[in-house]
């Protein structure tokens, strides 16, 4: 014979367990959106670091074009001119530099979304456990 209270019980603890899992899925979903936006600003933010380290760099380039066609002209031309090079040339560097650490600096994806499943997991490990006792 069936008993309509254990039923109702385990039917009302099956839709309460399905309720959570949703729910946790939708917060992880909410979260991995947050982390995926996050990644995508940090790349753009690091290509436009790259894209105004080759600016620069370009300028360098035909400074040091103008360098050596001015080389053998007569003057102080030339160290202004090596100067302006130098500067141009090392502020690409520093600005590809840049770029770089904004790419190799990152945690990783999703770093925020595994920490929090594993603190989930953790959790239901304890729970498992302490209703064992």
Known sequence: MRNPIYESGLLS??????????????????????????????????????????????????????????????????????????????AGALLLRQARCCLYSAQGMFAASLAEMKRDRADLNASGHHETR
């Open 13 to 90: 603890s099956l839709r309460q367990l399905l309720a959570t899992v949703l729910e946790l899925a939708q917060v992880r979903l909410s979260l991995l959106g947050t982390e995926l936006e996050l990644e995508k600003r940090h790349l753009f933010s690091a290509l436009l670091w790259a894209v105004l380290a080759l600016l620069v760099f370009g300028i360098g380039l035909v400074l040091l074009c103008g360098f050596i066609v001015l080389l053998f002209w007569e003057g102080h031309r030339l160290t202004v001119i090596g100067v302006m090079v130098l500067l141009f040339l090392g």
